[in-house]
């Protein structure tokens, strides 16, 4: 047989596996059972609509589904239909279908068949139907699909799962396209149902992680799978800001176009298509967070498996203690070979023998206090160029604030920079650091009172003598931004003079 063949053969039991969960859908069409009538029952069909309607049932978020409401649901869509039963009829129905989707003693569905790859028979079990709740005063019980139930409904559809959230998104902006808000709300639902669908796998992924990561070629596997699934959600992320971007324009549009009760209609449509694709993309990142964590976490249990292997793989006796005292080896040598495997006890302490060891010994000088001097202040030339020269930018700017301010009292720093827009030089003191950072201090310094110690006003020296003219100087923050150049944002600030500090006031700090 040629390898090509022979090829032809890889995963044949992933694909029966695939196949084995249409089974209860093939048990239910040998079904005999005729209507009270006499006439013969699709229960294929009858099958398939069974699985729709739990799907449903999740993408309305209606979690009590049982068997009374698949009954109810079948018995409506049978009106007029080729099926003569009355609701207990349709009932009983729905009860053999439930039960054929999930065995009454709560044992899976098993399918046998003999795979051709390995050469021996395989049997496979699933659970289409799992039961969520119960209820003990009215004898029912709640069901939902299960995974495999799931894979089953999107199956039918003739796609990958693993590619549902992307044909849900290139459906979906075709729908909104063409405006079908309706079909694009329950695009959504069936995309939000695939999101938390490839959530149960990411989890489940993660536990296989840690459970069988025991080699390098293990590992790489699943890291090539992990990258894929950040890959396809990196590119899903995308796709969702433009989706998101698309619903905007066309919301923004109906905004100003409500003349009309179809346009009316429309908006309000399309403001809820916007509230549930922003909880889905919301989910979706999430999941994308949690791929990121999978990755580190197919890392972290690599290590761990290349550790246990090792140590079930070490012999003491044999490589560590034979090997050192076989051949006799230096101290050095023994020390490498055994740190990898354990930590040498260490002891902390000091030994008696240091007291009488030779120490260095060094001449300090006195310090000018203990001579009797006193160390000379620094002048004025000998100060870093950069004080002198942010001290000068504090002055220029103090300047045209007491120039702008004129005799007022309050004042705050958004109307101060609209009037210096207008002066000359007004612009480039704007584009100026030093500007915001005069704006900071003044804040984190007040209140600043008049004639204070030229040492203790540091950089502003001089700037309250000439604004607040004999005052106390207080500046204070307000809840809002500013932006007077496109590269400084500041919060806006009240200046007053003439103002004492209070406590009491509230205050934001400085950021």
Known sequence: MSDRMQDLLQGFGERIQRLSIFAPLFELSTKRKTDREGNSIDWFSLGVLGLLFFFESMLTRNRDTSIDDLGEFLYQQN??????????????????????????????????????????????????????????????????????????????????????????????????????????????????????????????????????????????????????????????????????EFVRTARQKFEYDQQGEKEQRSYRLIVKIANELHQVHHLHRTLLDESITLKRKVLHAAKESLYHVGRASLNFDQDLVSRTVASPLPPKAVHSLVRPMALLDRYAGWSPLTLFAPQRMEKHEEPDEARGEFATAISEEERPPFVKLQRENFMKIAEVVDQFLHGKKETRLSEFVEWLRDQPQGVAMLEHRSFYEFWLLLHQRSPLFPGSDPEEAGLLDGVVDRIGRGETLVVKEVDQLLRPHERFTIQEMILRRGEESNDDESDVSSR
């Not at 139907?129 to 559809?157: H, I």
């Not at 993660?206 to 992990?226: A, C, K």
């Open 79 to 244: 009106a007029d239909g080729p099926i003569r039963e009355d609701r207990e009829g349709f009932i009983k129905l729905a009860r053999e279908i439930v039960e054929a989707f999930r065995d009454p003693t709560g044992q899976r569905k098993s399918f046998t068949v003999y795979d051709w790859e390995t050469r021996k028979e395989e049997t496979y079990y699933f659970t289409l139907l799992d039961v969520r709740d119960y209820n003990l005063k009215e004898n029912r019980q709640y069901y939902q699909l299960t995974d495999r139930g799931l894979e089953l409904v999107f199956a039918t559809k003739e796609y990958f799962s693993e590619y549902q959230i992307s044909i849900n998104q290139l459906v979906l902006r075709k729908q909104l396209e063409k405006g079908e808000f309706n079909s694009a709300l329950r695009e959504i639902d069936e995309m939000r149902v695939a999101v938390e669908e490839l959530r149960k796998k990411l989890i489940q992924l993660g536990h296989e992680v840690q459970r069988n990561i025991v080699s390098s070629e293990t590992q790489d596997r699943y890291s090539r799978l992990v990258d894929d699934i950040t890959y396809r959600l990196e590119r899903e992320q995308a796709e969702f800001a433009d989706l998101e």
